[in-house]
């Protein structure tokens, strides 16, 4: 078991000589103090420096992109609620047409009901006069030609 840790005790060092080397001493001791601050292994604190180093890379690659994507997708949330805006006002619209076309109508209604009880009325007077005059039969039987010329029966 001594023998296992020896080696592990070497080759921990042997790494650390050979990243030293490679590396250089400011940058070893640049990634020795962001392990100790992260309380992580040498190696893990190496593979986090370029995990962080790969997304900078794609934010540098797809940043430009994923703005004018984002500019896109602004632009197109703006003209969507102009046009909610619009339709809104359109609805308005069509209900103040609907609102004053009921009125309209109800004031027709209301027109037709008083022509109607004139006509009653003075239908009632001019049959009052006609069952008073010595004419009643000719007036009565002229009525009943003109009915039947204008339904086409004559």
């Known amino acids: 078991m001594n023998e296992r840790k020896d080696r592990s005790i070497l080759g921990s060092t042997h790494g650390k000589n050979v990243v030293h ?9 640049v990634l020795e ?7 992580v292994s040498h190696t893990q604190a190496l593979r986090n ?3 962080d180093a790969r997304e900078r890379m794609a934010e540098q690659a797809f940043g430009p992109r994923l703005e004018g994507l984002a500019r896109t997708l602004v632009g197109v949330a703006e003209q969507q609620a102009r046009h909610a805006t619009r339709l809104e ?6 209900r103040k047409v609907e609102e004053g076309q009921a009125e ?14 004139l006509a009653q009325h003075t239908y009632a007077y001019l049959m009052g ?5 010595p004419r009643a039969a000719d007036i009565t ?10 339904r086409g029966e004559g």
């Open 104 to 117: 309209r109508e109800a004031q027709i209604l209301q027109t037709l009901a008083v022509v109607v009880s």
């Open 141 to 150: 039987a002229s009525g009943k030609a003109k009915l039947q010329t204008l």
């Open 49 to 51: 420096l370029l995990s």
């Open 129 to 133: 006069v006609v069952e008073s005059s």
């Open 33 to 39: 103090a962001l392990a100790n601050r992260e309380g």
């Open 21 to 29: 080397a490679r590396v250089g001493a400011e940058s070893w001791a």
């Open 89 to 94: 006002a359109l609805v308005a619209i069509i």
